[in-house]
Nanobody
Framework: QVELVESGGGLVQAGGSLRLSCAAS???????????MGWYRQAPGKQRGLVATITTGGSTNYAASVKGRFTISRDNAKNTMYLQMNSLKPEDTAVYYC???????????????????WGQGTQVTVSS
């Protein structure tokens, strides 16, 4: 199974910046490809919602609330995704989750497939 590990969350004042990272790994030999990757977030009492997504080719999609402030990127060679968050607002406070879809990987010389995988989440808190 491919695991996703997020890092980079924390406490920041409004107007500040944070950079989240998501690394794909696991007890596997090699990750062949990950089609879609993205960031989602869930604030207390609210449903998990889309923040941004990025394809292998680099096509991106953003939630309207973060467009112009957040930038998603990925390093396919390192199977790592990033979220640069600028001009943070208190309403950005949430647990941020990393997502990966259509994952092909090798274990013991055999190709395997994960339809999707989620990270454990990292807390982002923006104070006013």
């Amino acid at each position: 199974q491919v695991e996703l590990v997020e890092s980079g969350g924390g406490l920041v004042q409004a107007g500040g910046s944070l950079r989240l990272s998501c690394a794909a790994s696991g007890s596997i030999d090699k990750i062949s490809s990950i089609n879609a990757m993205g960031w989602y977030r869930q604030a207390p009492g609210k449903q998990r919602g889309l923040v941004a997504t990025i394809t292998t080719g680099g096509s991106t999609n953003y939630a309207a609330s973060v467009k112009g402030r957040f930038t998603i990127s990925r390093d396919n060679a390192k199977n790592t995704m990033y979220l640069q968050m600028n001009s943070l607002k208190p309403e950005d406070t949430a647990v941020y989750y990393c997502y990966a879809g259509d994952i092909y990987y090798y274990t013991g010389g055999r190709q395997n497939y994960n339809s999707d995988s989620w990270g454990q989440g990292t807390q982002v808190t923006v104070s006013s």
